[in-house]
T-cell receptor
Framework: GESVGLHLPTLSVQEGDNSIINCAYSNSASDYFIWYKQESGKGPQFIIDIRSNMDKRQGQRVTVLLNKTVKHLSLQIAATQPGDSAVYFC?????????FGTGTSLTVIP | DVKVTQSSRYLVKRTGEKVFLECVQD?????MFWYRQDPGLGLRLIYFSYDVKMKEKGDIPEGYSVSREKKERFSLILESASTNQTSMYLC????????????FGPGTRLLVL
């Protein structure tokens, strides 16, 4: 199967600072990438997606960057808030099937 | 808003029991998926379905079966539960075609004793 890995399993940031969560993927044929947020006791929630023909996509307070050369994906969260504390997963896919990373736990320090 | 519901949030079963996990989505999605989530292993695909009565094996189908008799409902069946099937089970659905975002249910935490 595919290997989707995260550089850091945990990340702590001060409230108001920006957060960067990284993800490495292994399948150069993957053409679609999604970031999910999972709060304790809940299912993963869609945050933002990006197709392989793009390098950057912005949402509300979040930006996803894709570097296909090194097969790297990152999620940037601006002005991190306590409600951003959660586990964040990246997923890479071709067609309708995805492979998920193990997740990075983000803790926001008030 | 897309809503994916799962029949139980917590379930405790005994080894050898037959277990049914139900998932329902209300957005007329074509695709439905069952994953299990274990610490350090992330989400692993068990089975998926692209249409009614259609199923495809994922990465870890052993010990599981599925049923999709209606478009909105996708059931995961553990024919004879074992302790190594203790896990969080997540159902997801997606519209299909160019819309590939998967929407997840809240999960069912299954404990097999």
């Amino acid at each position: 199967g595919e290997s989707v890995g995260l550089h850091l399993p945990t990340l702590s940031v001060q409230e108001g600072d920006n957060s960067i969560i990284n993800c490495a993927y292994s399948n150069s044929a993957s053409d679609y990438f999604i970031w999910y947020k999972q709060e304790s006791g809940k299912g993963p929630q869609f945050i933002i997606d990006i197709r392989s023909n793009m390098d950057k996509r912005q949402g509300q307070r979040v930006t996803v960057l894709l570097n296909k050369t090194v097969k790297h994906l990152s999620l940037q969260i601006a002005a991190t808030q306590p409600g951003d504390s959660a586990v964040y997963f990246c997923a890479e896919g071709t067609g309708n099937q995805f492979y998920f990373g193990t997740g990075t736990s983000l803790t926001v320090i008030p | 808003d897309v809503k994916v519901t799962q029949s139980s949030r917590y379930l405790v079963k005994r080894t050898g029991e037959k277990v049914f996990l139900e998932c329902v989505q209300d957005m007329d999605h074509e695709n439905m998926f069952w994953y299990r989530q274990d610490p350090g292993l992330g989400l692993r695909l068990i089975y998926f379905s692209y249409d009614v009565k259609m199923k495809e094996k994922g990465d870890i189908p052993e010990g599981y079966s599925v049923s999709r008799e209606k478009k909105e409902r996708f059931s995961l069946i553990l024919e004879s539960a074992s302790t190594n099937q203790t896990s969080m089970y997540l159902c997801a659905s997606s519209f299909g075609g160019s819309s590939r975002i998967q929407y997840f249910g809240p999960g069912t935490r299954l404990l097999v004793l």
